[in-house]
C-alpha cells in the first residue's frame, strides 16, 4: 500500500510565504508524476502544479510567478514552495502521485490534504 504524507500547512499573512512537502511510502517501484491539487470551500478540486519524474512542470495560471513545484525522486518527495500569498489561495491542498507498484503499472495515489490559511 502506497501512503501520502503531506506537512507545512498553516496560516500566514497576505504577501507572506508557505513550504509544502509530501512524502510516498509503501512498496513503490517508481514514480510518474507528482503534484499539488486544492480544494477551497463550495469549489471543485483543482489543479495547482505537477512535476513528471524528468522535471517537466505545469502550473495553474493563477499561481504562475508565485508557486514553484519541485522534488526529490530518491527521497520520493514533492515540494511546493508558495510566494506572494493571496487570500484566494485558502484551500485545503491535496498532494497527488502517479505510482507504479510491482503488481499495478499505475495507481493515483491521494494525500489526506493539508490546510493553508492566508489571512490578516
Known amino acids: 500500500q502506497v501512503q501520502l504524507v503531506e506537512s507545512g500547512g498553516g496560516l500566514v499573512q497576505p504577501g507572506g510565504s508557505l513550504r509544502l512537502s509530501c512524502g510516498a511510502s509503501?512498496?513503490?517501484?517508481?514514480?510518474?508524476?507528482m503534484g499539488w491539487y486544492r480544494q477551497a470551500p463550495g469549489n471543485q478540486r483543482e489543479l495547482v502544479a505537477t512535476?513528471?519524474?524528468?522535471?517537466?512542470?505545469n502550473y495553474a495560471d493563477s499561481v504562475k510567478g508565485r508557486f514553484t513545484i519541485s522534488r526529490d525522486n530518491a527521497k520520493n518527495t514533492v515540494y511546493l514552495q508558495m510566494n506572494s500569498l493571496k487570500q484566494e489561495d485558502t484551500a485545503v491542498y491535496y498532494c497527488?502521485?502517479?505510482?507504479?507498484?510491482?503488481?499495478?503499472?499505475?495507481?493515483?495515489?491521494w494525500g489526506e490534504g493539508t490546510l493553508v490559511t492566508v489571512s490578516s
Open positions: 497527488y502521485a502517479r505510482v507504479r507498484t510491482l503488481t499495478n503499472s499505475g495507481i493515483d495515489v
Open positions: 509503501g512498496i513503490i517501484f517508481s514514480i510518474y508524476t
Open positions: 512535476v513528471t519524474s524528468g522535471g517537466s512542470t
